[in-house]
């Protein structure tokens, strides 16, 4: 079965970078888009960015556009999100989600897109 694990997550203080790491198991990685999603405490689930299973296509939130990066590495099954510049506003629980596309330059934003999630890794930033 379709397994993520995202892992990274942390404390930092403001200003700070982290990257989180999702790895796959049990599918075609180069088959599937992956996103970012976060969720705040009392906020609902937000998207944050996406790259498409070629990885040659990337979207973002306008909140995190310039501060975050998001890779992939086909051949060790992981999606990464560099973040960098880190605010308090940036703390949430981090999830990664995946779906097969058939367009290798797709990029999923929404989340009735995505099958696939991951448990979440906890993100704080601390001023």
């Known amino acids: 079965q379709v397994q993520l694990v995202e892992s990274g997550g942390g404390l930092m203080q403001a200003g700070g970078s982290l990257r989180l790491s999702c790895a796959a198991s049990?599918?075609?990685?180069?088959?599937?888009?992956m996103g970012w999603f976060r969720q705040a405490p009392g906020k609902e689930r937000e998207f944050v960015g996406a790259?498409?299973?070629?990885?040659?296509?990337?979207g973002y939130a306008d909140s995190v556009k310039g501060r975050f990066t998001i890779s992939r590495d086909n051949a060790k099954n992981t999606a990464y999100l560099l973040m960098n510049s880190l605010k308090l506003e940036d703390t949430a629980v981090y999830y990664c989600?995946?779906?097969?596309?058939?367009?290798?330059?797709?990029?999923?934003?929404?989340?009735?897109?995505?099958?696939?999630w991951g448990q979440g890794t906890q993100v704080t930033v601390s001023s």
């Open positions: 049990g599918l075609t990685f180069s088959s599937y888009a």
């Open positions: 790259i498409s299973r070629s990885a040659g296509n990337t």
């Open positions: 989600a995946a779906d097969i596309t058939l367009l290798s330059t797709s990029v999923l934003r929404d989340q009735s897109q995505y099958r696939y």
